[in-house]
Structures are given as C-alpha cells and as structure tokens.
C-alpha cells in the first residue's frame, strides 16, 4: 500500500516577487509503507523543502501530497523528524529527552519508563540515561533525536540529512545502525 503520495508537487518561495525562487518543480513519486527511501541531489535542489512539506511545515504551491490517502495539512505525530543539527533539550538528560514525546501525549509514566529505555536500548545508549546532551559525541546525541522522534510512535520517520555533521566513521556506523532500526521498528 501506499504510504505517501506526491502528485506534481511544486513549490516557489516568495512567488510574484523578484525574490521568487523555484525551489521544487514537478515532483511525483509513491512511498510504500514501510520503504526507506533517500533522496539524493546537490545543495539547494530542494530535498529540506519536500521534507518539510511532508512534515507539514512547508505549504505546497501547487499538487498535491497526501499521507495514507489524506492530504497533509500541518505537522502530526503520524510524522517524526530529525534534524541535521542536533536538537535536543540541552537542560535535560538523555531520559528526559526521549521521554519528552510520551509526557507531551499523557503517557502514564510506567509506560513511559518502558519504552524510553527500550529505546535507549536500541540507540545502544544504555547507560547515558542520565547524561546531558552536551556531555555526548555527536553521533550519540543524533542516536538520541532518533530515539526521541521514535517515542511517540509515528508512522513516518523524516529525517534531512541527519548525520551530515558527523565525521566519516562515525556516519558509516550510524547508517549501519539505521538500516536495523529501520528493520526492527518497520516505520516508513
Ligand atoms: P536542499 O535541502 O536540497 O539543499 P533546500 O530545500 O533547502 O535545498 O532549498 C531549495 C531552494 O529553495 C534553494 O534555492 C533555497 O535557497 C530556497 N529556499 C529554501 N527555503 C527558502 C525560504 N524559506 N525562502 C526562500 N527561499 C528558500
Ligand atoms: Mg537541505
């Protein structure tokens, strides 16, 4: 089945105006559910935007894009992002970060005391429970923002370029890593 669909999706920044910048021109494609797909290309042909309007950040200028035969309006917690940056809370630990997607739903926290850790399992992580964000690698605190797009449970995992910033080897483990999260968690 299906799991998104992009119909002639376009997208111009600032349109009518002499800063009008195409930024996407006519892009179809159909994502199954559960597929990993990547999108390549060089720097500013356009990848963040259609990440964003798939996360519902970003409006469409013209096509359409819909998510389980539903066109997407806004963000929803059927959709996870990670960033390129690292963002975390910086004032709160590993835990707390992970955690932050279940307390903002109403999870009871036994539940969530589950989950997070079997998550934390997963990063490979155990034991940085209580650690700051600022006191782990880069590759660590990405593997965190993994975790923490993944509490909530979307159905969607959008990530824009997110071991960008990490250095050769690390990123190479990372990828590793990703495809038997991608296995093990079955997310598209
Ligand atoms: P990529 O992620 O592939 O590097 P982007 O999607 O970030 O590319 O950018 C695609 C194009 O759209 C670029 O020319 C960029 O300058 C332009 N662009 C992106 N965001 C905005 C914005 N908010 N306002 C105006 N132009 C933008
Ligand atoms: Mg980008």
């Given at each position: 089945?299906?799991?998104?669909?992009?119909?002639n999706?376009?997208?111009?920044?600032?349109?009518?105006?002499?800063?009008?910048?195409?930024?996407?021109?006519d892009?179809s494609?159909?994502?199954?559910?559960?597929?990993?797909?990547?999108?390549?290309?060089?720097?500013?042909?356009?990848?963040?935007?259609f990440?964003?309007?798939?996360?519902?950040?970003?409006?469409?200028?013209?096509g359409?894009?819909m998510?389980d035969?539903?066109?997407?309006?806004?963000?929803?917690?059927?959709?996870?992002?990670?960033?390129?940056?690292?963002?975390?809370?910086?004032w709160?630990?590993?835990?707390?970060?992970?955690?932050?997607?279940?307390?903002i739903k109403?999870?009871?926290?036994?539940?969530?005391?589950?989950k997070?850790?079997?998550?934390?399992?997963?990063?490979?992580?155990?034991?940085?429970?209580?650690?700051?964000p600022?006191?782990?690698?880069?590759?660590?605190?990405?593997?965190?923002?993994?975790?923490?797009?993944?509490?909530y449970?979307?159905?969607?995992l959008?990530m824009?370029?997110?071991?960008g910033?990490?250095?050769?080897?690390?990123?190479?483990?990372?990828?590793?890593?990703?495809s038997?999260?991608?296995k093990?968690?079955?997310?598209?």
């Amino acid at each position: 089945m299906n799991k998104l669909e992009a119909k002639n999706v376009e997208k111009t920044f600032n349109q009518g105006s002499v800063g009008a910048v195409q930024a996407i021109k006519d892009i179809s494609l159909d994502i199954k559910e559960g597929e990993f797909v990547s999108l390549l290309g060089p720097s500013g042909c356009g990848k963040s935007t259609f990440l964003y309007m798939v996360g519902g950040f970003e409006t469409l200028s013209s096509g359409s894009l819909m998510l389980d035969k539903k066109e997407i309006k806004g963000p929803g917690p059927d959709r996870g992002i990670v960033f390129q940056e690292y963002v975390l809370f910086p004032w709160q630990t590993v835990f707390k970060n992970i955690e932050y997607g279940l307390r903002i739903k109403g999870t009871n926290s036994e539940l969530s005391y589950t989950k997070v850790n079997k998550l934390i399992d997963m990063i490979g992580l155990s034991g940085f429970e209580n650690k700051y964000p600022h006191t782990l690698s880069g590759g660590m605190q990405q593997r965190v923002a993994i975790a923490r797009a993944l509490a909530y449970d979307p159905d969607v995992l959008l990530m824009d370029e997110p071991f960008g910033a990490l250095d050769a080897q690390t990123r190479s483990l990372m990828i590793t890593d990703l495809s038997r999260m991608h296995k093990e968690t079955g997310k598209t």
